[in-house]
Antibody, heavy 121, light 107 residues
Framework: EVQLLESGGGLVQPGGSLRLSCVAS????????MNWVRQTPGKGLEWVSA????????YYADYVNGRFTISRDNSQNMLYLQMNSLRAEDTAVYYC??????????????WGQGILVTVSS | EIVLTQSPATLSLSPGERATLSCRAS??????LAWYQQKPGQAPRLLIY???NRATGIPARFSGSGSGTDLTLTISSLESEDFAVYYC?????????FGGGTKVEIK
């Protein structure tokens, strides 16, 4: 059974940083691209970032490019999202989600339960 | 960026009825479209990918059709567990984008 479990969320002040983690199990982690997707009541679902199975290729939504960094450790079945220069509009539930294959840019087959990030003073 | 517009925003139906949900793209997405179901307090679940292929474990009452700019999700006969919000998502180009959702509620 595929399982994804996010951690690292919480309350942070504007301009602050946070690192999200996602531990994966139940599948061959390195064989699949991984993604971060966020959800807010106002903007719905938004894709944030993707990384290839091997970790060598990354993609970002324009609104996070330069502020967020996605990475993975295939030896530990871990996915990360380093978030810097956080803004109020980054407040959302963040999900890690598997890709459909090793190459990014497909669908989101399995999702974690989500972790809340709140950016507020 | 490809904008996906879902309609209607809300669909009020009774169990056993047929549900037809629309996803219109601002430019062609070919058949590179997925549908997801989300229930309150849960993560989205993949139902359909590449416009018409059911994901693993998805019942046959869910079907997808269409290509280009007009795509459709059909639930042939609504079960109680199908009342939820449905989203479409395109992978035709970057950035990957989602529609705003259609809520299927009990009439």
């Amino acid at each position: 059974e595929v399982q994804l479990l996010e951690s690292g969320g919480g309350l942070v002040q504007p301009g602050g940083s946070l690192r999200l983690s996602c531990v994966a199990s139940g599948f061959t982690f390195s064989s699949y691209a991984m993604n971060w997707v966020r959800q807010t009541p106002g903007k719905g679902l938004e894709w944030v970032s993707a990384i290839s199975g091997g970790g060598g290729t990354t993609y970002y939504a324009d609104y996070v490019n330069g502020r967020f960094t996605i990475s993975r450790d295939n030896s530990q079945n871990m996915l990360y999202l380093q978030m810097n220069s956080l803004r109020a509009e980054d407040t959302a539930v963040y999900y890690c989600a598997t890709g459909h294959r090793a190459t990014p840019g497909t669908y989101f087959d399995y999702w974690g339960q989500g972790i809340l990030v709140t950016v507020s003073s | 960026e490809i904008v996906l517009t879902q309609s209607p925003a809300t669909l009020s139906l009774s169990p056993g009825e047929r549900a037809t949900l629309s996803c219109r793209a601002s430019q062609s997405v070919s058949n590179y479209l997925a549908w997801y179901q989300q229930k309150p307090g849960q993560a989205p679940r993949l139902l359909i990918y590449d416009a018409s292929n059911r994901a693993t474990g998805i019942p046959a009452r869910f079907s997808g059709s269409g290509s280009g700019t007009d795509l459709t999700l059909t639930i042939s006969s609504l079960e109680s567990e199908d009342f939820a919000v449905y989203y479409c998502q395109q992978r035709y180009n970057w950035p990957l984008t989602f529609g705003g959702g259609t809520k299927v509620e009990i009439k």
